[in-house]
């Protein structure tokens, strides 16, 4: 027996391996399968070229055994082999893929491609054992050899005793540890649930002695311990079949399976594209909302595969922030990923896919709301605030991806309606689209400033959730239609009548207007003739950006106590309370001080807005009494 030493380079790379390059030590288990599987590839490719090999599949698979005693995780594959040249060659020097080599040689046939590219993966063994043995005996080889090391310090190879070709690894676990229990590796339930995580899409059978506790035979109470050899993975993944073999129930039973949701969904998007980048996918539109989803602890991304072998639990790249809600997984063999497969390298293939499916969750989600409104509305429901956020972050960059998925509350048909619902009823003299901002609908509907919209005939979309406003003001318009609020200063719907008669009014109370605005010095802009009241004596519009609305929300956060819109103090100067102030003007200006606060103050509780003192407002409204 012959001790060799790993390189210097290779040293340095094997201390890294073991310390460093992977996040999580359970990735051991899925290197070495995806080793064996890759074994078991390369002979089926010897057999495409080779009359002499019969490739029959049902003789190819992984077997897993446990020695607690010894503390033994034995990993036996029926590939390949290596000889001694090989195992010299490939575990020797530490980086040098033969699978990579390997795969140089021959080009991928029939869906079968070797995804070993770094020679790397071997090595994570040494994260949970200190002593990796490999017995190994090639295909066309009469001798088996054993390769044996403890880490750094090198490795013996020697004549092994094997009959069947293949490769078997023999770990020896470490002893536990304050911080890492590697017992958990000689447990049945964790290596069959790693082998449901990372590889149960291996298109090779995983086996393990399973213990099954069972009932004794002839017995109606006495248990018995059987130990039965089961297959793990499920080889054949879902995305991998036909489509026209699948069912409505398979696609939910994955998606249960996968624990993407407790709810069903209300859409599954399976795609297949064999083009520049080839990737498979299955993507779910859930029904309700993730207990979490609005907070920090959500993460968002999509289950990344290269091959059947899951590199990334959530890729969030592979989704935009907008679609975050969206559940499922990619397989592709044409990503760039970093040394330890658990990373992708920012690449083209990666962006050609993300871009890909943005398009298509956004084309079945229109189909969705063309097709099947009921659920539509559901997901809506559930989701419909994360794409009016989409609208409003980056400056309004994605409005053109998530305008036609809006919706909101109808004046007019008493449900949710779209953007292109609500243009598509516009008549010819309605130059705006218009909305109107509050707490809820019912709130809104008492709004005073929906008079004279009301009245023309005009439909309203009411937005309830704090979001919305910013979201429209991004949008700005919809086919050439500006959005306007109710409570905005010029509404556009006057006619020249009307207007001429808003002048007459405005000039002939410009004394009791710029006396109410001295009272108000500070609390508002203006005080004017409303053009919009018909039925109430009082109401608050805006001028500028800001709205009343949007006030309210940025107030409500950290740090905007400060920020308010400039507001107008609109007067009905029909309505019997505007005599009162004209009396008052001439007769007792101590009044009409009264009356101007408390007037001030209805419409501030119209708009849900604070009142700034509340004991002088109870006061005013006592003097007004007595």
């Given amino acids: 027996m012959e001790r060799k030493e790993f390189k210097a380079e290779s040293k340095r790379l094997l ?7 992977y996040t999580h030590k359970e990735i051991f288990l899925r290197e070495l399968i995806s080793n064996a599987s890759d074994a078991m590839d390369k002979m089926y490719y010897k057999a495409l070229t080779d009359e002499g090999i019969s490739f029959n599949k049902g003789d190819y698979f992984v077997k897993l055994q446990i020695d607690k005693d010894n503390r033994i995780l034995r990993i036996t594959d029926t590939g390949i082999g290596m000889t001694k040249e090989d195992l010299e ?10 699978s990579l080599a390997f795969k140089k040689e021959n080009e991928a046939k029939d869906g079968f491609d070797i995804i070993g590219q770094f020679g790397v993966g071997f090595y994570s063994a040494f994260m949970v054992a200190d002593k990796v043995t490999v017995i190994s005996k090639a295909y066309g080889s009469a001798e088996a050899y054993k390769w044996e090391s403890e880490g750094v310090d090198g490795y013996t190879i020697e004549p092994g005793d094997k009959e069947q ?10 002893e536990n540890t304050e911080d890492e229990k590697y017992d958990e590796y000689l447990e049945e339930y964790k290596l069959r649930s790693l082998i449901k995580k990372y590889s149960d899409f291996i298109r090779y059978p995983i086996k393990m002695d399973i213990t099954e506790h069972k009932l004794k035979e002839g017995s109606e109470d006495e248990y018995v311990d059987v130990i039965e050899e089961q297959t793990i993975n499920s080889m054949v993944p879902i995305w991998r079949k036909n489509k026209n073999e699948l069912t409505k129930e398979d696609y939910e039973k994955f998606y249960s399976e996968k624990h993407y949701g407790f709810d069903k969904p209300v859409k599954y998007i399976h795609t297949i594209v064999d083009g520049a980048v080839r990737y498979n996918s299955i993507l779910y539109i859930p029904e309700t909302i993730p207990y979490d989803y609005y907070t920090k602890e959500y993460e968002k991304g999509l289950e990344l595969y290269s091959n059947g072998v899951l590199i990334m639990n959530k890729c969030p790249d592979l989704l935009p922030d907008y679609f975050s809600f969206v559940k499922g997984m990619v397989d592709s063999e044409d990503l760039s990923l970093n040394i330890s497969r658990e990373m992708l390298q920012h690449d083209r ?8 499916l943005k398009t298509k969750i956004k084309n079945e989600l229109i189909d969705l709301l063309k097709n099947d409104r009921e659920n539509y509305e559901k997901f809506y429901k559930s989701f419909g605030r994360q794409l009016k956020f989409g609208v409003y972050n980056d400056f309004g960059a994605n409005k053109d991806v998530l305008q036609d998925l809006l919706m909101f509350y109808s004046s007019k048909e008493k449900k949710l309606v779209t953007l292109n619902e609500y243009v598509e009823r516009m008549t010819e003299e309605q130059k705006y689209i218009y909305y109107a901002a509050g707490e809820s609908i019912e709130r809104i509907e008492k709004l005073p400033q929906a008079e004279m919209v009301t009245d023309k005939g005009f439909e309203i979309l009411y937005l309830t959730e704090d979001v919305d406003e910013f979201a429209l003001k991004m949008v700005m318009s919809y086919k050439e239609k500006e959005f306007k609020s109710i409570s905005s200063n010029d509404l556009g719907i006057e006619n020249e009548e009307e207007k001429k008669e808003d002048e007459k009014n405005q000039e002939e109370n410009k004394e009791l207007f710029d006396y109410m605005k001295k009272v108000l010095e500070g609390k508002v802009k203006e005080v004017r003739a409303s053009r919009r009241l018909k039925q109430h004596p009082v109401c608050l519009a ?8 949007m006030e309210k929300v940025l107030r409500a956060m950290p740090n905007g106590q400060d920020i308010k819109a400039d507001k107008v103090l609109e007067l009905n100067v029909n309505h019997e309370v505007f005599s009162a102030l004209k009396t008052a003007l001439s007769t007792d200006k101590e009044k009409l001080d009264l009356y101007t606060k408390l007037l001030y103050n209805q419409a501030l ?3 849900g807005l604070p009142i700034n003192d509340p ?12």
Avoid at 15 to 21: H, P, Q, R, Y
Avoid at 615 to 626: A, L, R
């Fill in 349 to 356: 293939q990666l962006k050609i896919i993300a871009k890909n």
């Fill in 165 to 174: 070709v293949g490769t078997e690894i023999i770990l020896k676990l470490k």
């Fill in 615 to 626: 004991v002088d407002f109870t006061n005013d409204i006592c003097k007004i009494m007595k």
């Fill in 542 to 549: 805006s001028e500028g950006e800001l709205s009343i609305e």
């Fill in 605 to 607: 509780l119209i708009e």
């Fill in 89 to 98: 060659s490939n575990l020797g020097v530490i980086a040098k893929s033969g």
């Fill in 15 to 21: 201390d890294l391996m073991i310390n460093s390059i």
